[in-house]
């Protein structure tokens, strides 16, 4: 009988579908509903793309009370919030950038229990007259959106975000969900220690399977990039550079070679950047180029590469960024440009900050980033292990999968590397070294009498690119050193004199001088 027919479907799902227009979860998303329904706290750990929106989202709808949510981006409040109200759902937000009529408006909404959902910044939310306020309210849910601004350790830390900690005293009965794209175990630990939680935690994988990593050791940065860019037919793509300077630079070159592209960083004005942000978007602009600042909460999905023209700051903050990249799931690529001498000088920009324990993060952080960047193993199986995922296949989507690193015979091109190093005296750097090991008449040369030396263009038939990844690889093997105190003069070490006198094997990478741009596969 009809009765018999009508099975309950049941609450969740008949909201995911009514109001959302979803017909099923995706992976996580329904067991950090529950938990948080059955008033668990919850650490939510998605990649971006994941869904981790619904998953308060859809809650606020069905407890009874107000669902605050924390995000530190006036901008993504802003789309959140107006595309709820799209949907028929009862949002709000609150924060610095807003009229004073406009928050009295949403003040009384909230007090009138009219409010599902209301999206505040962290300074907002801990304002005494604020919390006040939510004390007489019956608050269901705090959602805390990019929790990894809280710890130290990860990659964007805001301390606004670190006063957030007190929410559990103040509201000692209200589940708390901290959402986040990125963290890895010790950031994690921290969120939980910081936000006095002991969640349930939902981790789902962080791997990103449609995005192509590839580590390329800077060479000639210009022309590499030239050339990547050539090869992604006028897609859109983000280059990050460390510097507001190189961000200029870079921009204004890709101009000149043609592209759509457009500068973004702190230096700009609040409107220029608003309007880079906005072409980007709406596929006016083909390249930005920027540091750090731009990215956060930019939610365009058809980015199809990302290029780090610099090291990035910690192996997190490279994730996230590559993470831009191929949110609709189609193939992308994350190229980054290494230059080992990058490592030296982020190391010497560090020594120079306060001692103590934010040093020492720092400096841990660079190194792990430093063995990512030498490893030559699956990109891809590095990363995940980063974040404690165990990945037992090669991915065979990076460079290293696609490309193995091809070895030879070294001894001759390090012998030769090795006693110019010696000739000139132990006193100059690599420059000078590759000009007279390929037979430069350059002023330097000329006037130090080094075309006078035996190994003055030993070494012409090769290129620049290629000495410099031979002198780097036996700077890493230990063979000679890079002295940043003595203006980056390459010294011999005592293991060269074995090497010199052809006493051991050694067996060098062949220097990588073309970016494989191979072919993508098919996207459909
Ligand atoms: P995140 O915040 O984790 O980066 P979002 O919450 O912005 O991801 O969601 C990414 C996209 O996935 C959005 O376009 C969202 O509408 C969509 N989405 C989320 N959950 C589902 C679902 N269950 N079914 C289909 N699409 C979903
Ligand atoms: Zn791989």
Redesign the pocket.
Known sequence: DQAALETPVDQLSST?QSV?G?????EG?REVIEQICAGQDCLVI??????????Y?LPALVLPGLTVVVSPLISLMKD?VDSLIQTGVSAAYLNSSQPREESLQVLQKMRYGELKLLYVSPERLLQASFIDRLHELNVSLFAI?EAHCISQWGHDFRPEYAALGQLRQQFPYVPIMA?T?TADKATRADICERLTITPHSLLTSFDRPNIRYTVAEKLNAANQLRQFIAAQNGTSGIVYCSSRRRVDEVAERLRLQGHQAEAYHAGKTQEERADVQDRFLKDQLDIVVATVAFGMGI?K?NVRYVVHYDIPKSVEAYYQETGRAG?DGLDSEALMLFDPADIGRVRHLIEQSEPGPQQQVEFHKLNTMAAFAEAQTCRRQVLLHYFDEPANQACGNCDICLDPPKKYNGIQDAQKVLSCIYRIGQRFGINHLIEVLRGSKSASVIERGHDKLSTWGIGKEKSHEHWLSVIRQLIHLGLANQDITRGSSVTLNPSARAVLKGEVELLLAEPRIVIQTTKRRSTN
């Open positions: 995911l959302f979803y017909r099923t979860f995706r998303q998605m990649p971006t793309g994941g869904g981790k929106s619904l998953c989202q959140q959106d959402l794209a939610n999905s949110r």
